[in-house]
């Protein structure tokens, strides 16, 4: 018997009666049943079926979890609806950049205007910026209509936190947990696309970048079990997904702290041997331990693993480097590129480059710059350095100057788009393979899908090809995507 049969099982003779299990999985499950029961007399009441909407702001760590949180209410009996005028609606927050934060408090006014309108509106937050205490207690004071707050370390029990609410409907109800407590297995998830899949292989982060909340808000580092990790993605492969991407904050620190070491390069490489998985990413990886060991599975298994790696940068001067705690240096950067790219010529490198980091000189930037010139990304990602409270850097002397910080934002720009410009351009002519991903939202003759190298590429199709590998001859580059033609 499967795990989840057995769940099953076990859960479908609960007394519903009785106090609720101990145990995990069973505990949320029994209030899955319990809720749904609940909300089902609700629905009669109101003669039509309770809608909700989970809304993800930041990263794929909290588009996976979103998936999470939609599992379970579903189980629970919900119908999921595209808006927010919702009977349950949850904003999964970021706190990476103070900008992820302050939109949220922005919609949560938007949020105010709907539930004064649908007496049954329940409002849920959760996710990184929950964390922080002084959110929450902003949210007491300013937003005492929310329903729910959780954080990021018991999303497992969204089940039986909805039942609290619904036992005490008049409270604003809080649990955040300092750490975590563990993790659950064999929940339910409601994939977002069929045919691909995150797959967390690891939570949190040890790293403390000077710069970064992530390590207070997710807390250290833990990673599952390999066998957890090959049947969940083995149960993909068997449900018809072709692409998985392993989640981590650092994977290259993957498997460390098990009680029986497993590194990332060889989780990755049993991972590349399973039946059916056409193409496999993973993010992010660390430039300070990424080991020549998982270069070599790469190569070697370049028919699934896609020649892609997102690399983060963060700065191009040693200095800055060693002030973001980041341990590594701009030649060692350089040197592992260069390892990277004679194992695996045609790979994309994509990064994250923080400017206006506290003391960054003009000479710092230009380091920044040349490293720039120098790897020639595909694609980077660039922040104006933000000051999270509670960080190291936050409390540094010499923060940069506004306009200082928007004239560099604006150079480094300039260069990676031109840069990034002519190295997606490199495949025009060429027939490479295609992962439809969706009907294209502009102009519905054409549809859009991903390169292995994670280029976009759009071209004439139709739905039926959503979840297909098609050959595309890449007829014209415009700039970060492609037009292209079936071959
Ligand atoms: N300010 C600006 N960017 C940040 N990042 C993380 N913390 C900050 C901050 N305080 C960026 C880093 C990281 C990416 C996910 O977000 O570049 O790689
Ligand atoms: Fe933040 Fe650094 Fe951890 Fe990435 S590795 S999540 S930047 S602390």
Redesign the pocket.
């Known amino acids: 018997m499967s795990l989840n049969e057995q769940i099953e099982k076990i859960t479908d003779s609960m007394d519903l009666t009785a106090p609720a299990p101990e145990d995990e999985p069973y505990r949320q499950y029994f209030f899955i049943r319990k809720a749904r029961e609940q909300f089902r007399a609700l629905s009669e009441e109101t003669g039509r079926p309770l809608t909700f909407d989970v809304v993800t702001f930041g990263c794929q760590m909290n588009a996976r979890d979103s998936e999470k949180l939609r599992g379970i209410l579903e189980e629970i009996g919900f119908v999921k609806s595209d808006s927010e005028d919702a009977d349950f609606v949850i904003y999964n927050t970021c706190t990476?950049r103070e900008n992820a934060n302050t939109k949220v408090y922005g919609r949560l006014g938007g949020l105010h205007a709907l539930k004064n309108r649908n007496p049954h509106m329940m409002i849920g937050l959760c996710g990184c910026m929950m964390q922080e205490p002084e959110v929450v207690e902003t949210i007491r004071e300013k937003f005492d209509f929310v329903n729910l707050i959780f954080g990021t370390f018991n999303i497992y029990k969204l089940a039986e936190l909805i039942s609290r609410v619904l036992d005490h409907p008049d409270e604003m109800i809080v649990d955040i947990r300092e750490k975590a407590d563990r993790t659950v297995e064999a929940l339910p998830v409601d994939r977002t696309y069929a045919f691909k899949s995150g797959v967390n292989i690891m939570y949190g982060?040890?790293?403390?970048?000077s710069?970064?909340?992530?390590?207070y808000v997710?807390g250290r580092e833990r990673s599952r079990e390999p066998v957890d990790i090959i049947r969940e993605i083995e149960k993909l492969a068997d449900d018809g997904v072709k692409e998985i991407m392993l989640l981590g904050?650092?994977v290259n620190s993957y498997g460390k702290t098990l009680d029986q070491p497993v590194s990332f390069a060889e989780l990755l490489s049993e991972i590349a041997g399973i039946d059916g998985l056409k193409r496999i990413r993973f993010m992010?990886s660390?430039p300070k331990d990424l080991s020549d060991d998982l270069i070599r599975v790469m190569a070697d298994h370049a028919d699934v693993i896609c020649p892609h790696l997102h690399l983060?940068l963060?700065s191009g001067s040693t200095e800055i480097l060693k002030n973001m705690?980041?341990h590594y240096t701009k030649e060692s950067y350089l040197a592992l590129v260069d390892r990277i790219r004679a194992a695996m010529p045609d790979i994309s490198l994509t990064t994250?480059i923080i400017v206006g980091y506290p003391g960054e000189t003009e000479e710092d930037f230009q380091e920044t710059l040349d490293v720039v010139r120098k790897v020639r990304y595909d694609s980077a990602f660039t922040f104006i350095y933000s000051k999270r409270s509670g960080t190291p850097a936050a409390v540094m002397d010499d923060q940069v100057p506004e306009d200082v910080v928007k004239d560099r934002f604006g150079r480094l720009l300039t260069e990676v788009q031109e840069i990034g410009r002519e190295r997606t351009a490199r495949f025009e002519g060429q027939t490479m393979d295609v992962l439809v991903e969706h009907v294209n939202e502009q102009d519905t003759s054409l549809v859009t899908g991903r390169l292995a190298n994670n280029i976009v590429v759009h071209f004439p199709g139709s739905e039926d090809l959503i979840g297909e590998i098609v050959p595309v001859k890449l007829d014209k580059c415009h700039g970060f995507y492609y037009i292209g033609s079936r071959a």
């Not at 982060?205 to 970048?209: A, I, K, L, Q, S």
């Not at 710069?211 to 390590?215: F, G, R, S």
């Open positions: 990476v982060c040890n790293n403390f970048c710069y970064c909340i992530v390590p997710r904050q650092n992010t660390h983060p963060q705690n980041r994250d």
